[in-house]
């Protein structure tokens, strides 16, 4: 009992942000544990062609969701409630409400062209439909969500993502089971509370938070994240586009089969997750407030672990293919190894990007992501033709290697020119950022 008192004691004195980045942590654990589950059901209740048709919506929606809403929860966010620290609440309902207005200004233009699109894209009508009603609400969520994070909100955040992911698992099972098309049945469920928690949170931010759309931070919003929306297309096309190409140049079934794999090498970005939803918003503060004093250590100590982790997954990876799928998916498994290496380099991002983004210098790592896109699809196309299906886990390496050390060079570069460091002209990383001051 007197260990258990000590212990409460220890974690009551410790900082709201390490508690907050724990709770996260195991909130993406109890996330991805949910998904790992919800794979291994669905698997075994839907074929390999419905699973693949489920992956080709999932992978459509993230990149028509760029567009749709301007990833507006993502690179302007933390930045808007940093610099508008004082009018946060004012800041989120005007992203929300802009979110809104071009979700369905460009929902009706996308709705018109669709008879157009719809050879590219390959998805029945009624899956656009349900696609850009979610996207209605969606960011509300996403918004809502980053908002927790930022301010270290651990208590409200892992119940509502805990709930909604269990929600979502429980409606997408009653539904797959007790219908014909499982496919859409999934895409339907998963819609309708997506549309419930998004819509929620919703009129509680409009109702409680803040009514007005401010035009300045509408402004700022439209200024950081439109010249980014190539770099956010870029990453989610180096994320998805595999899937589809697989699925035109072999067949649904292969994509799905690949995708159980591909998720299955992400679990081990619950560990990245974690660590960019309270790394980043604390980074961001740490160069507001021009300190930097433990920031080499702390890097140290997250890419040794982190590279165990990917070590331990990547031996265990057979093992875990043949739980979470029916043998229909084992001939992925040579997929895991370099998909499970390639999230070392999205830490890598993690670990640099504020400064870009704070600063307000994206645009080389625009074009290295514009450029690594570009890369993937071409290595994929001629991978894909050449040695299977298989050969797109590799091509994901390739195109993460790229992108993780390119924005490490251009980090760098801008430290040098941001930084007191410009007669010693010395490569600055996070290993000697500790013994720099940042220019007044």
Known sequence: MVKISKIRDTYRKLPI????????FICSLVQKAIAVISTIIFTRLMSSEDYGILSIYNSWSDIIYIFATLNLSTGVYNVGMTK???????????LQLLALFWTLTFGLLFLCLYHYIEVIIQLPFKMIIIMFITFCTLPAY???????????????????TVLYAIIILLASLIAVVYCRDKSFA????????????????????????GKKINKEFVYFALKFNLPMIPAFLAMVILNQID??????????????IYSVAYNSAMFISILSTAI??????????????????????????????????????IILAPELIKVMASSEYYEAIYV??????????????TYYCP??????????????????????????????????YLAAGYTTYIGYLIYGWGTVFYVNKLIIKNFENKKRKQPVNFYTIKRITINQ
């Not at 942000?17 to 996260?24: D, E, L, M, P, T």
């Not at 961001?284 to 021009?290: A, E, G, R």
Request: aromatic share 16%.
């Open 84 to 94: 508008f620290n004082d009018r946060r609440n004012e800041f989120n309902s005007s």
């Open 276 to 313: 960019n939803a309270t790394y980043n918003p604390w980074l961001m503060q740490k160069i507001h407030n021009k300190e930097f004093g433990n920031i080499s250590e702390i890097t140290k100590i997250i890419s040794v672990l982190f590279i165990c982790v990917i070590l331990v997954f």
């Open 17 to 24: 942000q390490v508690k907050a980045s724990g709770w996260f």
């Open 336 to 349: 895991v190894p370099p998909v499970a290496a390639s999230t070392f380099f999205t830490l890598i991002y």
């Open 243 to 256: 899937r589809i190409m697989i699925s035109n140049q072999v067949s649904l079934a292969k994509a799905g």
């Open 355 to 388: 400064f870009a983004q704070y600063y307000l210098k994206m645009r080389f790592l625009v074009f290295i992501n514009i450029g690594v896109a570009i890369l993937n699809v071409i290595l994929n196309y001629f991978g894909i033709m050449k040695f299977g």
């Open 186 to 209: 999934k895409i339907l469920s998963n819609a309708i509370i997506i549309v419930l928690f998004g819509g929620g949170l919703f009129f509680r931010n409009l109702c409680f938070k």
């Open 142 to 160: 996403n918004l809502w969500c980053a908002k927790q994070r930022y301010e270290s909100k651990y208590r409200s955040l892992v119940v509502v």
